[in-house]
C-alpha cells in the first residue's frame, strides 16, 4: 500500500439488513477534506462503504489533532468505525479511557429521556466544547446520526431548527461538527430544508467511483470542491457557479481542499464586487 490509501476488510456483520459483507474497499490514512474549526459539514450517504470512508478518516484526524472526538452512531457504525480506526493504528481502548474518543449509541445522545430535545441537546454540545478545551484538548469534533429521524414526524420537523442552532453556535467555536444522513431514508424535500442550515455538504454520487466532492454553499454563488480519492497525492479541482441567474462563474486547480477553499472564497468575493 501506498503512504495514505489502504485496503482494509470491511466488517462482517451477522445481521446483515445493511447489505453489508466481507469485502475489501479503499481507506485514507487521513481525510482529503481537512475540516477547519467552525465548519458544520452534512454527509448524504446512499452506501454505508461511503460513509466509512467518510467518517473513519474524519474522526482519525480529530484525534491526531488532539481533539475529542464524540460519536452518536448506530450500533453496528460504531463497530465499523472502531474497526477501521485500530487498523489505522489507533488504540481505541486508550482514546476511550482518556476521554479523546467517546462513542455513543443514538439513543445515549438524541433519546436520554425518550424524546428528542433540542435545546437540551444544543446545550450539551456547548458544555462539550467548553469542557473539552478545558481539560486540554485542541478542539471538540462530533459526529452524528441522524437518520433515525426519517421514523418520527415530529422529530423530522424538528430537523431544521437543530441545524440552524449548529449552524449558529459552531462559527468561531473551536469545534467541528458532521452531521449523518441516509439519503434513501428522507423525503428529498426534508433533506434540502438540511441543507439550508449546511455550509459545507458531501454527498454520495455513484458516479464519481474515483472521485469525491464537497458542495460549498454561500448567499449568492455555490462551489463544488473534487479530489481523486485514489490517488495518493490528489489534485483538487473546482468550479464556482452563481446561484441567480445561474452560471459558472470561474474553474481551476488546487494543490489542497485548504488552498481550495481560499480560491473560491476569493473568487466570490472578486465576482459579488463586479
Known amino acids: ?5 489502504a ?4 466488517v462482517a456483520y451477522n445481521n446483515s439488513a445493511l447489505g453489508w459483507g466481507k469485502r475489501q474497499f479503499m481507506l485514507r490514512n487521513s481525510p482529503l477534506f481537512q475540516f477547519t474549526h467552525g465548519y458544520h459539514i452534512c454527509v448524504f450517504y446512499r452506501s ?3 460513509l466509512q470512508s467518510v467518517l473513519i478518516p474524519y474522526v482519525s484526524e480529530g484525534l491526531r ?3 475529542r472526538c464524540f460519536c ?12 477501521g480506526l485500530q487498523f489505522l493504528g489507533f488504540d481505541t481502548d486508550r482514546a476511550q479511557a482518556t476521554g479523546a474518543l467517546e462513542l455513543h449509541t443514538v439513543d445515549e445522545v438524541y433519546f ?8 437540551r441537546l444544543m446545550a450539551l454540545l456547548m458544555r462539550s466544547i467548553d469542557q473539552s478545551v478545558k481539560k486540554g484538548f485542541s478542539g471538540f469534533r462530533s459526529a452524528g446520526e441522524l437518520s433515525w429521524a426519517c421514523k418520527d414526524v415530529r422529530a423530522c420537523d424538528q430537523l431544521a431548527g437543530y441545524e440552524a ?8 467555536k473551536p469545534a467541528t461538527g458532521m452531521c449523518q444522513y441516509s439519503m434513501d431514508d428522507f423525503d428529498p424535500v426534508i433533506l434540502e430544508r438540511v441543507l439550508a442550515h449546511h455550509k459545507l455538504h458531501m454527498q454520495d454520487r455513484a458516479h464519481y467511483s474515483v472521485h469525491t466532492s464537497v458542495d460549498v454553499n454561500y448567499v449568492d454563488y455555490a462551489a463544488e470542491i473534487v479530489a481523486e480519492r485514489l ?15 445561474t452560471g459558472v462563474v470561474a474553474w481551476g486547480t488546487a494543490p489542497s481542499f485548504v488552498h481550495a477553499m481560499a480560491d473560491t472564497e476569493t473568487i466570490i468575493r472578486s465576482a459579488a464586487t463586479n
Request: hydrophobic share 35%; aromatic share 10%; net charge negative.
Open 1 to 5: 500500500m501506498n503512504n495514505d490509501i
Open 7 to 10: 485496503e482494509i476488510s470491511a
Open 48 to 50: 454505508h462503504d461511503y
Open 65 to 67: 489533532k488532539g481533539e
Open 72 to 83: 452518536a452512531q448506530k450500533i453496528e457504525v460504531i463497530t465499523m468505525l472502531v474497526h
Open 112 to 119: 436520554p429521556t425518550g424524546t428528542f430535545e433540542p435545546d
Open 165 to 172: 442552532m449548529v449552524n449558529q453556535n459552531f462559527p468561531g
Open 231 to 245: 490517488m495518493d497525492d490528489p489534485k483538487f479541482y473546482y468550479v464556482v457557479r452563481r446561484q441567480q441567474p
